[in-house]
């Protein structure tokens, strides 16, 4: 068993699959409409910004919207309910098949919160005159909490109890919050590490209980 040809082949097919379905989603009147719309949208949007003051809590609700992405963290691994019989034996082998769908759910899950990120830019530039520095430091956080989550999302994943997954959901929402809430309002940098420590003891607590499951 070819653990690497193995996901070349489900990333193949599962690409080959979308691109069929999306090809009669978008078609070229959608696409028309859904420019037109995002133009309008993105006018307004300018024009709301400029009425915004220091006043407005971008940072709050910034941080919410993104801490909800933050948190949902889906692992892609093109596997089929079939697989749990003809794959089962091969399990301790598929190792790099796991590591490749990690890393793919890492990069699209990251170019998302980048993108709303981008869009939330100019709320928060407005109320806290933040500049680029701040920009980049903030969404290298962001990508390295991102794959914090995903890694103990994985490992939350080896429990059959749901109500584990529930509480460690809501774990992590709200330390993902926290922490984007303090970057955000540029406190002390103390009370950033904070959050950020507990959900790396998270993941090295799952990785750890995790080990005979």
Request: hydrophobic share 50%.
């Amino acid at each position: 068993m070819n653990s690497q040809g193995l996901w070349n082949e489900r990333f193949t097919l599962n690409s080959r699959e979308l691109q069929k379905y999306l090809k009669y989603i978008f078609n070229g009147h959608l696409v028309f409409v859904m420019i037109i719309a995002l133009g309008g949208l993105g006018y307004y949007y300018s024009e709301w910004v400029k009425t915004l003051d220091s006043s407005f809590p971008a940072a709050l609700i910034i941080s919410i919207v993104l801490g909800i992405l933050m948190t949902r963290s889906p692992v892609s691994t093109f596997l089929k309910e079939a697989d749990m019989v003809f794959l089962l034996a091969l399990e301790t082998k598929l190792t790099g098949y796991f590591k490749r769908s990690i890393i793919l759910s890492l990069v699209l899950q990251s170019f998302l919160l980048s993108i709303v990120f981008i869009v939330s830019m100019p709320m928060y530039s407005k109320v806290t005159n933040a500049g680029s520095t701040e920009f980049l430091t903030i969404l290298g956080l962001m990508i390295i909490t991102k794959c914090i989550n995903i890694g103990i999302h994985w490992y939350v994943l080896k429990y059959q109890e749901k109500s584990t997954s529930r509480i460690d959901a809501l774990i992590r929402l709200v330390l993902n919050i926290v922490l984007l809430y303090f970057a955000l309002a540029n406190v002390n940098i103390l009370l950033i590490i904070a959050p950020f420590i507990l959900l790396s003891a998270l993941l090295v607590y799952y990785k750890k209980s995790t080990r005979t499951k």
